[in-house]
């Protein structure tokens, strides 16, 4: 069996997926809008074609129309075809990837729906509407990472959508044995973006060192994104910058060492959005409770008061008490964090999900 996968081939959940795909003997391909720079692929000898257009564009957050430059790909895209040979063609995002996907007119296709390609673009203008919709009709299996993205993808196909979930390697993703140092790291990795609410976390983190006197805390930062000035600039203000280390952008490979690093991690997004939380099951899986709002698929991984702890949005009284209770009670810390490796290791396995996407590959080509 040969899969092309059409993604931006350096995003964490490509490369999971790619590299699990390859260590089940799969002959797997990669076709990026995107330079590729990551070595990964060269190292795993995993074909990889990124044709560079849209780096001016990726990552932009904009209602334009300035991505239909992505319609020039489709050419290239045919001409890779019919040089591997895929038998299936998948897409990863139901937008940018899942269009020129579908303009090649291949089967059999599939189409992944990620986050903002079906929260956010279908709602920019009838035209956005109408392309989902045709990229839906032409997919021949539509999968989603998460229950609550399904029903949202459901309103643009009366397909039958399936439920694929990142997942996470538990081997990897482990519980690491913490010298008892007598201070609590809190923390979070995911980009610095508006989107994630770190600027919520960092006022939480505030009032826990200045109005509830805790002293024996610091806040542990990862990643690197649009917003890390600001928030650098809001942890001067708010004069916990000697109580916090913004890590930067870390390789993908580093992130359980950073995870290994934290005793709590919280992730006060903001936006529904945000349809698996990815970060947070591996946080779970190296046995850390977790503190979440209740967005998009957030809710979903999270069983609450159980394996961590929902709070609404925007809250950042709620995420103050929550890490309180966290912080003084160290034996619901360690018996949250076992439930939820728990519970990771029932849903949310990556080589069980990997092996459901397997099956779905042979399913379509039967």
């Known amino acids: 069996m040969k899969i092309l996968i059409l993604s931006e081939a350096e995003n964490p959940h490509t490369l999971k997926w790619v590299s699990g795909i390859k260590s089940r003997d799969i002959e797997v ?51 890779l075809i019919n040089e591997f040979q895929p038998d299936i063609l998948h897409a990863h995002f139901a937008s940018s990837y899942g269009l020129i996907g579908a303009l090649t007119g291949f089967h059999p296709f599939i189409i992944s729906v990620w986050g903002k390609d079906i929260y956010d673009f279908p709602l920019k203008s009838p035209l956005h509407k109408f392309i989902i919709k045709y990229n839906l009709a032409k997919a021949d299996k539509v999968l989603s990472t998460s229950e ?13 959508i399936t439920v694929t979930p990142f997942g996470t390697d538990v081997e990897k993703f482990a519980p690491i044995e913490k010298t008892d140092s007598g201070t609590i ?42 917003e890390e000035k600001r928030y650098k600039e809001l942890a001067e203000s708010l004069e916990i910058s000697d109580k916090t280390e913004f890590a930067g952008k870390i390789d993908y490979f580093q992130i359980p060492e950073y995870h290994g690093k934290m005793d709590i991690e919280v992730y006060p997004s903001r936006f529904d959005s945000e349809s698996f939380g990815v970060s947070i099951v591996e946080a779970q899986s190296c046995g850390i409770p977790v503190v979440v709002s209740n967005v998009g698929g957030l809710p979903e991984v999270v ?18 008490l929550e890490l309180k209770k966290l912080i003084d009670d160290p034996a ?15 849903k949310y396995n990556f080589e069980k999900n990997l092996s459901d996407m397997i099956n779905i590959y042979r399913e379509v080509t039967d």
Request: charged share 25%; proline share 2%.
């Open 148 to 160: 609550v993205m399904k029903e949202v993808t459901s309103l643009y196909t009366g397909k039958s």
């Open 332 to 346: 619901l810390r360690k018996s949250m964090g076992e439930a939820g490796r728990k519970r990771v290791f029932e």
């Open 185 to 226: 790291t809190i923390g979070s990795i995911k980009a610095l973006n508006l989107k994630y609410g770190q600027d919520i976390l960092l006022m939480a983190f505030a009032s826990l060192v200045q109005k509830h006197k805790y002293e024996n805390i610091r806040l542990l930062i990862v990643g690197g994104g649009p």
């Open 29 to 79: 391909a990669v076709w990026s809008l995107s330079t590729v720079k990551n070595e990964f692929y060269k190292k795993n000898n995993i074909p990889v074609y990124g044709i560079g257009i849209a780096d001016n564009l990726t990552g932009k957050e904009s209602g334009s129309f300035g991505k239909l430059v992505y319609l020039t790909a489709v050419s290239k895209l045919k001409k």
């Open 303 to 320: 069983d609450n008061n159980k394996t961590g702890i929902v709070v609404p949005k925007e809250d950042m009284e709620a995420v103050t």
